[in-house]
């Protein structure tokens, strides 16, 4: 994972386990494989007005995580279509492409910290 300090001062903790990342010793996980989609996606990791951490809309910035768009291994696999009817076979073998998606390379993941000097967190 790549790391981004966005400011000067203290950073919250973090912790990446396979495609989890733990904020604060598990105040917040975000399991960053399940937003991953075909384009690129940004979460916003914030405080709310209470002290706690959320995920979206909040009080102050503590971090934002950039997770890539989804990768697909793309196979070539033949294909039958019915062509004509006159044909003998009446079938023709046609190129295809099967997308098998891959797992999220959690090396190309970027998480964006933003200090918390001076922030409440429970």
Known sequence: ???VEMNEGRKIDYKMTGTKLEFADGALTVDLARYQSDDPVTRDI???SEGYLVMGKGSYYVAQVEIPAREYEETEVPQTLEEDAEE???MSDM???LRTPLPLDTEKVTLCLFSIDGIMIR
């Open 88 to 90: 003998a076979d009446g």
């Open 1 to 3: 994972m790549k790391i």
């Open 95 to 97: 190129p295809g492409i």
């Open 46 to 48: 914030m405080v709310d």
